[in-house]
C-alpha cells in the first residue's frame, strides 16, 4: 500500500483546510487510518484516527472538535478537515494505514505510531497568526 497525503498549505488563523490521503496500491477499505502530526521541534504526535469500517473515530484533546476524520471507499482516500485552526496546528501531518479487517481497535493502540503498517510522506500545514 502506498498513501499519499496532500492539501496542507498556508493558512490564517481561524481559517481551514481538508487534507486528503489518497492510497494506491491495495485497497484501503479493511484498514484503519490515522493522522498523527509533527510539528517544529516536537515529536510526533497522535491527531485523530478512523476505524476499518468507519463508524468509530478518535479525536486527541488538542483537537477535538474542530477537525474531522472520515473516509471514502469507493476512492480509497482518507480526510482530515481542519476547522478553527490556529498557528499551534502547524506541523507536517503525516497518514498511517493499519490492517485491521473486522477488528476493532482499542483507542489507545490507534494513537501509537507503531500500531500503523503504512505511513504516506506528510504534507505541511503553516497556520499564520
Known amino acids: 500500500v502506498q498513501l499519499q497525503a496532500c492539501g496542507g498549505g498556508l493558512v490564517q488563523a481561524g481559517g481551514s483546510l481538508r487534507l486528503s490521503c489518497a492510497a494506491s496500491?491495495?485497497?484501503?477499505?479493511?484498514?484503519?487510518l490515522g493522522w498523527f502530526r509533527r510539528g517544529p521541534g516536537k515529536e510526533r504526535e497522535f491527531v485523530a484516527a478512523i476505524n476499518w469500517s468507519g463508524d468509530a473515530t478518535y479525536y486527541s484533546d488538542s483537537v477535538k472538535g474542530r477537525f474531522t476524520i472520515s473516509r471514502d471507499y469507493a476512492s480509497d482516500t482518507g480526510y482530515l478537515q481542519m476547522d478553527r485552526l490556529n498557528p499551534e496546528d502547524t506541523a507536517v501531518y503525516y497518514c498511517?494505514?493499519?490492517?485491521?479487517?473486522?477488528?476493532?481497535?482499542?483507542?489507545?493502540?490507534?494513537?501509537?505510531?507503531?500500531?500503523?503498517?503504512?505511513w504516506g510522506q506528510g504534507t505541511l500545514v503553516t497556520v499564520s497568526s
Open positions: 498511517g494505514a493499519k490492517w485491521a479487517p473486522g477488528r476493532s481497535i482499542s483507542p489507545q493502540t490507534m494513537a501509537r505510531m507503531s500500531t500503523y503498517d503504512y
Open positions: 496500491g491495495r485497497a484501503i477499505s479493511n484498514y484503519a
